[in-house]
C-alpha cells in the first residue's frame, strides 16, 4: 500500500528525519553513537531486525565520524589514542563475527536480547557513579584488556547494530582510569571501524535494502546536525541531567523493542522469497 507523501519524499523519509535530529543531539552530548534510539525507529519503519541491524550501523558510522571530530578526537593524548587504535584492532572481528551470529539467530531473540541490554544499560546509568580519575599509563596489561574489550564491543556491534558506547565508555573509565569527557571522545573514535565492518558484512548477506540504505542515510545527515547541537550544549549540562534523561529514553526504546518482538519479520513471516520481496519496503 502506497504512502501519501510528496515527490520524493514518504513519510518514513519524515519520520526518519525527524527522530534523528534529538538522537544526534544525545550523541553529540554523551559521546555515545544513538544506535539504542534510532533502533525503535528504524524497527518500526522497516518491520525487520536484520534491515534494522545493518541500517543501523550506517547511520551510526556517520554519527561516529561527526562526534569524534567535533568532540576533538584526533587531538587526545598519544597514550588514549594507543588505546583506541588497540581496542579497534580487536573490535573489527568481533563485529565481523557478529554479523554472522545475527542471520544464525531468530529475529524474536535479537529483539529481546537488544530489549535487554537497553534495560541493563538504564538501571547502570540510575545507579552508576564515576570514581576520580586516575593517571593512566599504558601497557602490557592494558593492551591484553583494550583487545578483550574491543572483541567483545565489537561482537555486540555487528550482532545488534549498536556502537557499544554505552558499556565502552564505563569500561574506559572504570578500567583505564579516563576522564569521562575522554572517554565519551574516545569511544566515538574506536566505534567507527567496528561499524564500518558490521555494515559492509550485512550488506554482503543481503540484510540491506534500498529503503533500508535510504533511512540510514537520512538518519546519519541529519544527526550530524543534531551532533554539532549537542556538542555545543555538552559544557552547559550537569553529568547527572543527561544520564538521567539517557536512561529514561533507554526504557522506552527497550518497551518498544520488546513488544515488536511479539510478532515475526516480513521475511520471517512467509516461507517464499517472492512474497518476501513482494513486501520488501525497499523497492
Aim: some cysteine; overall charge positive.
Amino acid at each position: 500500500m502506497a504512502e501519501p507523501h510528496a515527490p520524493g519524499i514518504s513519510r518514513s523519509d519524515l519520520v526518519a528525519g525527524i527522530a534523528a535530529l534529538p538522537i544526534g543531539v544525545v550523541a553529540g552530548v554523551t559521546g555515545v553513537g544513538g544506535g539504542e534510539y534510532r533502533a525503535p525507529v528504524l524497527l518500526a519503519l522497516l518491520r525487520n531486525v536484520r534491515w534494522t541491524i545493518a541500517g543501523n550501523l550506517l547511520a551510526g558510522a556517520m554519527i561516529g565520524l561527526s562526534t569524534a571530530i567535533l568532540r576533538g578526537a584526533f587531538s587526545q593524548p598519544l597514550d588514549a589514542l594507543v588505546l583506541a587504535a588497540v581496542m579497534v584492532i580487536a573490535s573489527m572481528p568481533g563485529a565481523y563475527c557478529g554479523a554472522l551470529v545475527a542471520r544464525r539467530t531468530p529475529s524474536k531473540w535479537l529483539k529481546l536480547l537488544l530489549a535487554g541490554i537497553l534495560v541493563a544499560t538504564s538501571l547502570r546509568l540510575l545507579v552508576f557513579e564515576s570514581p576520580v580519575p586516575g593517571p593512566f599509563s599504558f601497557g602490557p596489561a592494558q593492551v591484553a584488556l583494550g583487545l578483550l574489550i574491543g572483541f567483545g564491543l565489537g561482537t555486540i556491534s555487528g550482532l545488534l547494530g549498536v556502537a557499544g558506547g554505552e558499556y565502552r565508555i564505563p569500561a574506559l573509565i572504570l578500567i583505564f582510569g579516563l576522564p569521562t569527557i575522554a572517554a565519551g571522545t574516545i569511544s566515538s573514535l574506536v566505534s567507527l571501524p567496528q561499524q564500518v565492518v558490521g555494515f559492509l558484512k550485512h550488506r554482503q548477506l543481503g540484510q540491506a535494502t534500498r529503503k533500508t540504505l535510504r533511512l540510514a542515510i537520512i538518519m546519519g545527515g541529519v544527526g550530524i546536525a543534531g551532533v554539532g547541537l549537542g556538542v555545543a550544549l555538552l559544557r552547559q549540562m550537569t553529568d547527572a541531567t543527561v544520564t538521567r534523561v539517557l536512561a529514561f529514553l533507554m526504557l522506552l526504546a527497550a518497551g518498544r523493542i520488546a513488544w515488536e518482538a511479539r510478532t515475526p519479520d516480513v521475511t520471517e513471516g512467509s516461507r517464499e522469497p517472492t512474497a518476501a520481496r513482494s513486501n520488501d519496503p525497499g523497492r
